[in-house]
């Protein structure tokens, strides 16, 4: 049944999400650390683990397909929510500060790439 | 008119469903025929969503883009943190474990090098416009990382609320920013794989502007620039408030 594979997808957001909000209460910082990330990682291992076993159904799989598929469409309803005259009329400051970094951020990415590159990806 | 309005306002989920239908088929009609697919659909769908919000802005003067008009309140609701996390969780489907563990490494390095970047490139410009006291250049600096670490950290430090404020900006600028640029230098930074996607993500630190930047440019690498990406605000919140604050009121 799709409900399944939703429900799973939903219990591994919220175990996830709750590991993010300890980590953060542990190491003592007002943010969720990485919750999506466990989740992300609970997924993974959780459906690998179901599907070698046969106990993932195509059905069950759809559920969680589905909302693959709506993360444009949420994404859309994201930029459409956004403060963006805050940001266009915020001053010099918050657009430098806001554009500046990012260019040196995407200078960083081939560097690293390359440094990082191991021999087997090649 | 009363009774469409609060009908409107009382399915408010539905009618954004009905609403992001109608800017993506926009968006796509607009990649296909007048841009000949130069850039892609979901790209130009995320780019009207930016444009509606800046008029509805305009227009309401309220933070939320196009929630702020009543009828279309259940926008922040899809378009809200909630829904975009369990989305961004089930692109994890097709993802590679192998590839995320092998990146695993250089994933973690991105993600204190793009906090530290950030946050330099953040704090020099804020020097260089006339701000001379550690606190407020650490909640800007804090601010170019992204928008949640920039009043965390002001917070902490207890900044000016003017100074917060424009943290918060900052931080709606770049996340903007990334979504905006990331099609277009994708392909100068080599940003076409796994590998590269999840040192982009920790770079970025941005989860929002760094999930709707490949959404644009490539859906297949989501859930590996996303899984870095979610964990760089933490790392903001660590790192901004104490080791780099510490290190900019020695050196001032």
């Known amino acids: 049944m799709v409900i399944y594979g939703v429900s799973f997808l939903g219990a591994c957001y919220i175990l996830g999400q709750l590991v993010g909000e300890f980590l953060a209460k542990w190491i003592g910082v007002k943010a969720n650390v990485g919750g999506v990330g466990f989740a992300m990682l609970f997924l993974i291992l959780a459906h690998d683990y179901f599907n070698k076993r046969k106990l993932f159904s195509a059905e069950a799989e759809k559920g969680i397909l589905f909302w693959s598929q709506m993360y444009i469409p949420v994404i859309v309803a994201m930029s459409a929510t956004q403060n963006v005259v805050v940001a266009l009329d915020s001053g010099l400051l918050a657009i430098l500060a806001g554009v500046i970094p990012v260019f040196m951020c995407f200078a960083c990415i081939p560097l690293l790439v390359k440094l990082t590159k191991s021999p087997l990806n090649n | ?252």
């Open chain 2, 1 to 252: 008119m009363e009774i469409i309005v609060n009908f409107f306002e009382k399915n408010g989920l539905i009618v954004a469903f009905v609403t992001v239908g109608i800017i993506s088929y926009l968006g796509f009609l607009i990649s296909k025929h007048v841009l000949k697919n130069k850039i892609p659909g979901a790209a130009v769908s995320i780019l009207l969503g930016l444009i509606v919000a800046y008029f509805s802005g305009l227009h309401t003067g309220g933070s939320k883009g196009i929630a702020d008009i009543s009828i279309f309140s259940g926008m922040s609701l899809l378009g809200g943190s909630m829904f975009r996390d369990f989305a961004i969780v089930s692109t994890a489907m097709g993802a590679s474990f192998m590839l995320i563990r092998q990146t695993g490494l250089a994933g973690a390095i991105s993600l204190v090098l793009g906090t530290t970047v950030s946050f330099g490139g953040g704090a020099i410009i804020a020097v260089l416009l006339g701000y001379h006291d550690a606190k407020s250049i650490a909640t800007i600096g804090a601010g170019a990382c992204t928008f949640i670490v920039g009043p965390v950290t002001g917070a902490a430090l207890q900044a000016s609320s003017e100074v917060i404020a424009l943290s918060i900006a900052t931080g709606v600028v770049k996340s903007i920013f990334v979504t905006i640029s990331t099609p277009f230098i994708a392909p100068y930074i080599g940003l076409n794989n796994a590998h590269s996607a999840m040192i982009y993500g920790g770079m970025m630190s941005t989860t929002s502007g760094v999930s709707a930047g490949l959404a644009a440019t490539d859906i297949k690498l989501v859930p590996y620039g996303a899984l870095t990406a979610t964990f760089a605000t933490g790392m903001g919140c660590l790192l901004c408030p104490s080791v780099f604050y510490l290190i900019l009121e020695k050196i001032l």
